[in-house]
């Protein structure tokens, strides 16, 4: 009988053949825990975003994909409807025009015929069966929108919106366009989610307001760059970086831009929110050449054609003054910069956007 | 875990295991379960629970011409359907190559979501839990026929160093006895021709089921 040494891994596991699985199915992983609404979103997501590659699904109807925890309870509930076994692998199937219930980690599906283009009557129909607080997933084709409900269809205000984009690689100009619509549509002004400002009136962001931002940045990069990979938090020696974006080239994943995120701010987090502390405006300097260190350090260690540094400003006055000192190190250390200034009401924004009358 | 508990609590350990797991086959829309599959889930659970930092809660398996079978589950899941806790869905008597056998699926039962809900809110059975999810919702990616079949292509149920794939009744130890488990030594492997990439323990995870299903597919189409 052999022994252990002779056969590592017990003499039936295939290496060669594990090695071929992780090359084809990595992207299709989810990137946080199967049962997180939020993965099953990604995961949906990508879905999405790939179906409309196809020149046939440019005029598609609306269709949603609703979180489920018990597909049997749904099916129920709603009366019927189709057992999809595999939602992500059926590249035949066609998704547009239905709703969906989705499972932990976005295999197994319920379809029923429901019209999704009208939102009183999908408001109506999700009401009648008390699904109105499902996280939620409307992709909108001839909108070239993807409206991701994180807290239900209760609100308009908690959704956030992806614009579909065509397939990317991962350039200087994509990677902005990604910045410009997370900023756009996700942080520009305050919202309840994701949440953000724990008081914008005070100017008081929430807890670990970075870690939020990551969180649903990487939402954005990752229906964004489909085809690739989003790396988040790598470990480099003696230092870490946000997001790691891979783009595919001759089908190989190769990494193509490092991207540090950091927060400016007015005052630090304090509970409750009078209490909080001013920031002292040194440490917003501090954090911005920390970023750039840090995206430079990627940009050398893991090979990446691009570094990126986004500063997220959260302070009270909108200047640009803080990143033109950077400048200089930036261009040294070959970082592109990007400020996305964060309005703290819809006011604050009106104010700040209204064109002065000729005097 | 079940070392470390009175026979009493070991009893209870065990079933809130059994409901997880069932739980775990809900969530990724994989119910009602054949037993067949519960008990191969049941045997990767312990196989991978190294790879996730969890102990294992049985280190041995007997190599069976049906499969890993474990009779105390089988015995406690019946006695979870008639506590309502579990529902069998459907039972029946079957006759194969390999002689007399039921089979049977298995759910949720109408008492055991305020259950689990309560044994959730420990932190260690919440890692568990969390686990065993993550588990189903790999499995559920594999092909609907090929799900039975996966746990036979495990790199330590299949090991041709206990003893020949054909010999009846090896007993396996990965983790009773002695520490050798080959499954995660496989696991620890995956990622190897990735270079550049860092893979977390659940791509690990997901990958090694896709490679569990891919065999099962080929042994199938083989027969």
Redesign the interface.
């Known amino acids: ?4 040494d ?10 060669g ?3 071929s ?3 084809s ?2 992207d ?3 990137t946080r ?3 997180d609404p939020a993965a099953v979103m990604r995961l949906i997501t990508k879905l999405i975003v790939a179906r409309l590659k196809s020149k046939k699904t440019r005029k598609a109807r609306s269709c949603v994909f609703l979180h ?5 309870e749904d099916k129920a509930k709603c009366g019927g409807g189709r057992d999809l ?2 939602l ?2 059926a590249t035949n199937y066609d998704p547009f025009g239905k709703l969906h219930f989705v ?3 976005a ?4 379809s029923l015929s429901v019209d999704c283009d009208d939102p009183e009557e999908l408001h109506d129909w999700l009401g009648k069966r008390n699904l109105l607080e499902r996280p939620m997933i409307w992709a909108r084709p001839n909108d070239k929108i993807l409206l991701y409900y994180p807290v239900g269809f209760v609100d308009e205000g908690t959704s956030w919106e992806v614009a579909l984009a065509p397939r990317q690689i991962v350039t200087k100009a994509s990677v902005d366009r990604v910045l410009q619509i997370f900023h756009e549509k996700v942080t520009l002004l305050p919202r309840s989610a994701p949440r953000l400002w724990h008081d914008a009136a005070l100017h008081v962001p929430c807890d670990e307001t970075e870690k939020r931002i990551q969180e649903a940045l990487s939402l954005v990069l990752e229906s964004h760059f489909y085809e690739g ?1 989003v ?1 988040r938090e ?2 480099l020696p003696g230092s870490k970086i946000d997001f790691v974006i ?1 783009g595919r080239i001759n089908g190989a ?3 193509g831009c490092a991207l540090e995120i950091k927060v400016l701010r007015e005052k630090h987090y304090g509970d409750p929110a009078k209490a909080a502390k001013h920031c002292w405006p040194g440490n917003n300097t501090k954090a911005i050449n920390k970023g750039i260190k840090q995206a430079s350090a990627a940009r050398i260690e ?2 990446t054609r691009l570094a990126f540094m986004a500063a997220f400003d959260m302070r009270a006055i909108d200047c640009p003054k803080i990143m033109i000192a950077a400048a200089p190190f930036a261009q040294e250390q070959k970082v592109e910069c990007r400020r996305c200034y964060m309005y703290r009401s819809n006011d604050n924004y009106r104010e700040a956007t209204i064109i002065p009358s000729p005097s | 875990m079940t070392d470390e508990l009175l026979p009493f609590e070991a009893d209870h350990w065990r079933r809130a295991r059994l409901l997880m797991l069932l739980d775990g086959a ?6 009602p379960i054949e037993q067949t599959t519960l008990h191969g889930v049941a045997f990767l659970s312990n196989v991978l629970a190294r790879l996730y930092g969890l102990p294992i809660e049985n280190g041995l398996v007997v190599r069976w011409k049906r499969g890993p079978f474990f009779p105390d589950l089988q015995w406690d899941i019946d006695r979870l359907a008639i506590m309502g806790l579990a529902r069998i869905h459907q039972v029946e008597s079957v006759k194969d190559r390999a002689g007399h056998w039921f089979r049977a699926s298995y ?1 949720l039962g109408p008492l055991a979501r305020p259950f689990l809900e309560a044994s959730l809110c420990i932190e260690s059975v919440r890692r568990s839990h ?1 686990f065993y ?2 588990l ?3 499995l ?2 594999i ?2 026929g090929d799900q039975r079949e996966a746990a036979l ?1 495990d ?2 149920y ?4 206990d ?1 020949d ?1 054909n010999a009846e009744q090896t007993v396996i130890d990965f983790g009773g006895w002695r520490t ?1 488990n ?1 499954t995660d ?2 696991t620890r ?6 270079e ?3 893979l977390d323990d ?2 690990r995870l ?3 089921f ?2 569990l299903g ?2 099962a597919t080929r042994t199938r189409r083989a027969i």
């Open positions: 009988m052999p022994g252990d002779e056969f590592e891994f017990g003499g039936s596991f295939d290496l053949d594990m090695h699985v992780e090359q199915q990595l299709r992983m989810p825990e199967s049962t489920s925890v018990n597909l049997g076994h595999h992500l692998r499972a932990a980690g295999n197994r599906a319920l990979r790396e790598r470990s891979f994943l190769t990494a893991l090979g | 809900t969530r990724a829309g994989l119910t759910e969390s999810c993550e189903f919702s790999a559920a990616a092909p609907n292509q790199a330590t299949a090991n041709i160093v003893g794939l050798r080959f030594r496989a492997s995956i990622g190897g021709s990735l550049g990439l860092r659940r791509e997901h990958l090694y896709l490679y891919r065999r």
